[in-house]
């Protein structure tokens, strides 16, 4: 008997094995093994199990050394799977298999309980007719085969409800649901609310901090086919499910749900749409500002959208919404404006909300006369003061590395007085400090959430309980608003998020500010301001309408236009070396490959900050449908000059 294996490495591939006679009948597809790799022994993943062998006449096959599972991890979708995710993202399909199960020889399945008691707890209150449409309509379209929906509703409109009640039903029915959240944050805060109603014992959380040993443990529950409701961030998606009957992502439009740092490379949309099918599963998506690459589906009639119009009762109020600039007051950080409004929450004891949407550019440079930022003069972005011991303070691009000196003349009014914008959380925190000794201050970021007893988790308690004055966090922030008791939320860097390489970046701004909005809906007397730089930089009546359909309509006709996803498909591809003429060389080789395609490509673009060592820049491929499964087996299959090393992502969100 022969097997084929593949291996954890970059090489797209399988390699020949004999199955000794102790093995026969113990290596299926799917099972981990241990073969000689070179000259160690390597763990590998079998991918086919043959009677007859592939090697050539006169070569004889090195045999499997061992076999680590007593059953495959994964049931008989791991294959499908990974060849879906290569085709859709690109990657060996060793490295995407070995991606999907946990790391050998540590990891292998426990026993589970063969019984479990479930006792589903459903609220008593009334739904609202949207809330009831969506159920009556789910239920029956996805009763015995696969259906996707959108469930489209500003906050408080009651589509979290709606997804827990249909949760609910599967589990009731000893079925698996999977409910996902953007980030660790989310998930966190998501697993009380879930298991006060399905039971601790039903809900297993999933995520990227979790100890090995509880991984191990939920692992092996949803590879046993064991009812449950998996709360997780993008990587649960991953999991062996086995009965799985409910799939849902919450919040969809959040870029979290795109992996391209790490391999496997892949969108949670897409993901999921992919396996929920293979499951015949139902498949949900809310959001409260759907994507455009969301609403083009509905549009081409892939998924059904069900509206969610009513509040639920009690979160009926209109927030106030104020667009404010900073020209000529003194505060690095804080209009006039806005420090009266903090005062007055101060006064009558409720909680604020700053945002820096852009921690990044925390030394943006702006002219003190009309705000207009101080840009590159060789790619347009956006200059940083930065300190130099030795030459003293100049300006950086984070783009180029482009220098130049702190004097500027502004290009709207030829003013010449400029100041940074001054710095991150903590340094608006200290400025708020001094304005505001008495106040109770947090932060609420990445930073501040690396530990359990961090001041992070503070601010999060402090978000529901109202036991903060005031809460400084990035974009963050704004995603764990869920039953916050925030009364003035402000954004203090507006249009910064504009002045990007991104062509989400208007999309992404916009969908921050309705997030602020439905949320502060949910309080009496709620308030929004946005402090911009220029407050003609972006139309803000569909926001102070409360109408996200109208700037998703502007968005969405702005990218066919100019032809962006959801109308053509990106590929990004990073070229990376120590030598600018190696880079050039290379980088003009991968733009042939756009040409032999006939394909247009963008750039080169450098990379963020250049650095003396290394330099990185990258192109930009767009394709249609016809052309694109062709670019991604040329730009997968592109082997790089020696010194040089390439990153391919397909539909990338990343552009810095």
Not at 190 to 204: H, K, L, M, Q, T
Not at 294 to 314: A, R, T, W
Not at 495 to 522: N, Y
Request: charge should be positive; aromatic fraction near 8%.
């Amino acid at each position: 008997m022969f097997c084929k294996v593949v291996f954890d490495v970059p090489l797209d591939r399988d390699f020949d094995y004999a199955v000794p006679a102790e093995l026969e009948g113990k290596i299926l597809p799917g099972s981990r093994v241990t073969a000689p790799f070179g000259r160690v022994l390597t763990g590998g993943m079998v991918t086919q199990v043959t009677e007859i062998s592939s090697a050539p006449e006169g070569i004889t096959l090195k045999e499997i050394a061992s076999v680590v599972d007593k059953r495959p991890l994964f049931g008989s979708d791991l294959f499908p799977l990974a060849r879906f995710m290569k085709s859709r993202w690109g990657g060996p399909i060793g490295q995407i298999l070995f991606a999907l199960v946990p790391p050998q020889p540590y990891f292998k399945l426990d026993a589970t309980p063969t019984s479990v008691h479930i006792d589903v707890k459903t609220p008593k209150f009334k739904l609202t007719p949207s809330q009831e449409n969506a159920l009556r309509t789910v239920r029956a379209l996805a009763a015995y085969e696969f259906h996707p929906f959108l469930l489209n509703g500003p906050a408080y409109t009651g589509k979290t409800e709606t997804v827990l009640r249909l949760a609910g039903d599967v589990l009731a029915g000893y079925g698996q649901a999977l409910i996902t959240v953007p980030d660790v944050v989310g998930a966190r805060q998501f697993i009380a609310e879930a298991e006060e109603r399905f039971g601790a014992d039903n809900v297993f959380c999933w995520h990227s901090k979790m100890l090995m040993s509880k991984k191990k443990k939920y692992f092996s529950a949803v590879s046993n086919g064991l009812p449950c409701v998996v709360i997780s961030t993008r990587s649960g998606a991953l999991l062996p499910f086995k009965n799985l009957r409910l799939a849902a992502v919450l919040d969809e439009e959040d870029d979290n749900y795109k992996q391209e740092e790490n391999k496997p490379y892949y969108h949670l949309r897409d993901l999921l749409l992919f396996r929920a099918k293979a499951h015949g599963a139902a498949l949900l998506f809310a959001s409260g500002s759907p994507s455009a690459e969301m609403l083009q589906l509905v549009h081409n009639g892939q998924i059904k959208q069900l509206d969610f119009k009513e509040p639920v009762p009690g979160h009926a109020f209109t927030p106030q919404i104020k667009i404010t600039d900073k020209k000529g007051e003194k505060s690095k950080f804080l209009s006039d404006f806005l420090l009266a409004e903090l005062a007055e929450n101060l006064r009558k004891k409720e909680t604020s909300l700053l945002i820096l949407i852009r921690c990044g550019y925390a030394n943006a440079y702006y002219c003190l006369n009309c705000g207009a930022y101080a840009k590159c003069k060789k790619c347009g972005a956006i200059l940083a003061r930065e300190n130099n011991p030795e030459t003293g303070d100049i300006l950086v691009c984070k783009k180029c590395g482009h220098k130049e000196t702190l004097q500027q003349e502004c290009p709207q009014c030829h003013n010449l007085i400029f100041k940074s914008r001054g710095g991150g959380t903590q340094k608006i925190v200290t400025e708020l400090t001094k304005l505001f000794p008495k106040a109770k201050l947090l932060r609420l970021e990445s930073d501040t959430l690396k530990t359990k007893s961090g001041q992070g988790f503070e601010a999060l308690n402090a978000l529901k309980s109202g036991s903060a004055d005031i809460i400084v966090g990035t974009r963050m922030a704004s995603g764990a608003l869920r039953g916050a008791k925030v009364t003035l939320a402000a954004v203090l860097d507006a249009d910064l998020e504009l002045d990007s390489p991104d062509f989400r970046a208007s999309e992404k701004f916009g969908q921050t500010l309705f997030s602020l909005r439905g949320h502060l809906s949910g309080v009496k007397d709620g308030r929004l301001i946005i402090q911009a730089a220029d407050k003609e930089s972006y139309d803000y009546s569909p926001l102070l309408a409360g109408d996200y359909g109208a700037a998703a309509e502007t968005e969405t006709l702005l990218r066919e236009s100019f032809s962006y996803p959801p109308f053509v498909h990106l590929f990004k591809v990073v070229i990376k070396a120590k030598e600018t003429d190696v880079l050039n060389a290379e980088t003009a080789r991968l733009k042939r490959v756009g040409a032999k395609l006939a394909l247009d490509v963008l750039g080169p673009v450098w990379c963020a900050k250049k650095t003396d060592t290394l330099k990185k820049q990258y192109l930009l491929f767009k394709t249609d449908d016809a052309r694109r499964a062709d670019l991604l087996a040329e730009l997968d299959s592109f082997v790089p000059a020696k010194k040089v090393t390439i990153k391919l992502a397909a539909d990338p969100y990343d552009f810095y």
